[in-house]
């Protein structure tokens, strides 16, 4: 807090204050009227304003508003005497940080004012923190340029600026958690709390004193009344993971939050209000838990207002490139370079764990490559595999389902390669309907016309 605007209609009031101030550092200018204090303020901006109450004209309280009204983060210190305490005391509620009552010892205004000015740095470290969140979790940082995921980004934009309820849904590694919170940091609660809960890392009794708080003896091990995730995000957003993992009775009290806004402590009784955004996310089919008696109907209704569906890697290739360049710079190996063999092979994977296991594979490239080039050998197994046949030795690093997915590509690209191309042959010979073989070959990344030249 470098700069001091001092109004008092005293002279010598005026000239202590700036004498006494700037043998602190501090750059002081003063004003002996509101009106000369607004001219002077809107020049250029003080982060803190020392001001008489009571002056000729307009009065200190009227100035500050003014003032605030070009620059809101500016703090105020009122002067006042003894007859107008009352009013100080008023001018603190209506926004002033703080009052000094006449006569007052230069420390005490010392002391003032480096309390303001601490209380002014934490202020701005707050407005840089929330604006490197909004700029690390805003749209811009999800690393896309696909047709999929544009339509995405279109829903996410134009639910964010609302406390609509969302459900993500979506394979696990996806960017649930990315989109949800890329969704309250551009929208009104920005400032408040983002509180991420996963649903099915906790067991059912734990996961309700974790959201709901309990008070002191409700259970054995409460020694202590705690406050739930639901009131410590009050006015901003609570992100629920694997939503459809929570319990019959947790989903009744879910839905009483939704609905009334409110809710009990474990083992309290009294009810605590809450004004929250919730979204969720899942990865399964809440649907089947409708039918199947697992999922409450009238909680699926309440958190699927507004439903978003993430496209699994292996239907969004196209950003597969962007994404090894975002993870090169986030492990700080920008100055690697993947060649085209070694992204051919990334792209033609599959990607069972999706955008959280092409991270995993990149960081595990750069630990191993050496010099500045990634090589086709620093890549798993079961990627380098999509290109050759898998000897035995080679399998067993495996699992099922990759091992599995590998066979299948492979077994396609032979037969395709049988018939010089010929998409309706093959799908008769292997007996696969065309519309399921072309889901397959779209799927695996298989272009009929590179195997042939490449035959």
């Given at each position: 807090?470098g700069?001091?605007?001092?109004?008092?209609?005293?002279?010598?009031?005026?000239?202590?204050?700036?004498?006494?101030?700037?043998?602190?550092?501090?750059?002081?200018?003063?004003?002996?009227?509101?009106?000369?204090?607004?001219r002077?303020?809107?020049?250029?901006?003080?982060?803190?304003?020392?001001?008489?109450?009571?002056?000729?004209?307009?009065?200190?309280?009227?100035?500050?508003?003014?003032?605030?009204?070009r620059?809101?983060?500016?703090?105020?210190?009122?002067?006042?005497g003894?007859?107008?305490?009352?009013?100080?005391?008023?001018?603190?509620?209506l926004?002033?940080?703080?009052?000094?009552?006449?006569p007052?010892?230069?420390e005490?205004?010392?002391?003032?004012?480096?309390?303001?000015?601490?209380?002014?740095q934490?202020?701005?470290?707050?407005?840089?923190?929330?604006?490197?969140?909004?700029?690390k979790?805003?749209?811009?940082?999800?690393v896309?340029?696909?047709?999929?995921?544009?339509?995405?980004?279109?829903?996410m934009?134009?639910?964010?600026?609302?406390?609509?309820?969302?459900?993500?849904?979506?394979?696990?590694?996806?960017?649930?958690?990315?989109v949800?919170?890329?969704?309250?940091y551009?929208?009104?609660?920005?400032?408040?709390?983002?509180?991420?809960?996963?649903?099915?890392?906790l067991?059912?009794t734990?996961?309700?004193?974790?959201?709901?708080g309990?008070e002191?003896?409700a259970f054995?091990?409460?020694?202590k009344?705690?406050?739930?995730?639901?009131?410590?995000?009050?006015g901003?957003t609570?992100f629920?993971?694997?939503?459809?993992?929570?319990?019959?009775?947790t989903?009744?009290?879910?839905?009483?939050?939704?609905?009334?806004?409110?809710?009990?402590?474990?083992?309290?009784?009294d009810?605590?209000?809450v004004?929250?955004?919730?979204?969720?996310?899942?990865?399964k089919?809440?649907?089947?838990?409708?039918?199947?008696?697992?999922?409450?109907?009238?909680?699926?209704?309440?958190?699927n207002v507004?439903s978003?569906?993430?496209?699994?890697l292996?239907?969004?290739?196209?950003?597969?490139?962007?994404l090894?360049?975002h993870?090169l710079?986030?492990?700080?190996?920008?100055?690697?370079?993947?060649?085209?063999?070694?992204?051919?092979?990334?792209?033609?994977?599959?990607?069972?764990?999706?955008?959280?296991?092409?991270?995993?594979?990149?960081?595990?490239?750069?630990?191993?490559?050496q010099?500045?080039?990634?090589?086709?050998?620093?890549?798993?197994p079961?990627?380098?595999?999509?290109?050759?046949?898998?000897?035995?030795?080679?399998?067993?690093?495996l699992?099922?389902?990759?091992?599995?997915?590998?066979?299948?590509?492979?077994?396609l690209?032979?037969?395709?390669?049988?018939?010089?191309?010929?998409?309706?042959?093959?799908?008769?010979?292997?007996?696969?309907?065309?519309?399921?073989?072309?889901?397959?070959?779209?799927?695996?990344?298989?272009?009929?016309?590179?195997?042939?030249?490449?035959?």
């Amino acid at each position: 807090m470098g700069k001091i605007l001092v109004v008092d209609d005293e002279e010598n009031m005026r000239k202590s204050l700036k004498a006494l101030l700037g043998t602190e550092g501090y750059e002081v200018r003063t004003a002996s009227s509101g009106e000369e204090a607004i001219r002077v303020a809107g020049d250029e901006v003080f982060p803190l304003l020392i001001t008489d109450l009571r002056l000729d004209g307009m009065d200190g309280m009227d100035a500050y508003r003014a003032i605030k009204e070009r620059s809101p983060r500016t703090l105020a210190i009122i002067i006042t005497g003894h007859a107008s305490l009352k009013s100080a005391i008023e001018a603190i509620r209506l926004g002033a940080y703080d009052y000094l009552v006449k006569p007052f010892k230069p420390e005490e205004i010392l002391l003032t004012v480096r309390r303001a000015s601490e209380h002014q740095q934490l202020v701005e470290e707050n407005v840089h923190l929330q604006g490197e969140l909004g700029e690390k979790f805003g749209f811009n940082n999800i690393v896309a340029k696909s047709t999929p995921m544009e339509e995405v980004f279109q829903l996410m934009r134009k639910v964010a600026p609302s406390s609509v309820t969302v459900l993500l849904r979506g394979e696990s590694g996806t960017g649930k958690e990315l989109v949800a919170r890329a969704i309250h940091y551009n929208s009104p609660r920005k400032e408040k709390r983002f509180i991420g809960v996963s649903c099915g890392a906790l067991p059912e009794t734990l996961l309700e004193s974790e959201l709901f708080g309990h008070e002191k003896g409700a259970f054995t091990g409460a020694l202590k009344q705690k406050r739930g995730l639901f009131e410590v995000a009050d006015g901003g957003t609570i992100f629920l993971d694997e939503i459809a993992d929570l319990s019959l009775s947790t989903q009744m009290k879910l839905l009483r939050v939704l609905q009334e806004q409110e809710f009990q402590r474990v083992g309290g009784t009294d009810l605590i209000r809450v004004n929250l955004r919730l979204i969720s996310a899942t990865n399964k089919d809440l649907e089947d838990g409708v039918r199947e008696g697992k999922f409450r109907e009238e909680l699926y209704y309440r958190i699927n207002v507004v439903s978003i569906s993430l496209p699994p890697l292996r239907e969004r290739k196209d950003d597969i490139p962007l994404l090894v360049q975002h993870f090169l710079k986030k492990h700080q190996a920008a100055t690697k370079t993947v060649p085209p063999k070694t992204m051919e092979l990334l792209m033609m994977y599959h990607w069972p764990g999706n955008v959280r296991q092409l991270e995993n594979v990149v960081e595990r490239a750069i630990a191993l490559s050496q010099g500045r080039v990634i090589s086709e050998n620093d890549l798993p197994p079961q990627i380098r595999l999509n290109s050759q046949p898998a000897s035995p030795d080679q399998l067993g690093n495996l699992t099922f389902q990759e091992a599995r997915e590998n066979f299948e590509k492979q077994f396609l690209q032979r037969a395709i390669l049988r018939n010089r191309g010929n998409i309706s042959a093959t799908s008769r010979e292997i007996k696969l309907s065309r519309r399921h073989f072309y889901e397959k070959m779209k799927s695996y990344h298989i272009n009929p016309r590179k195997l042939k030249s490449q035959k």
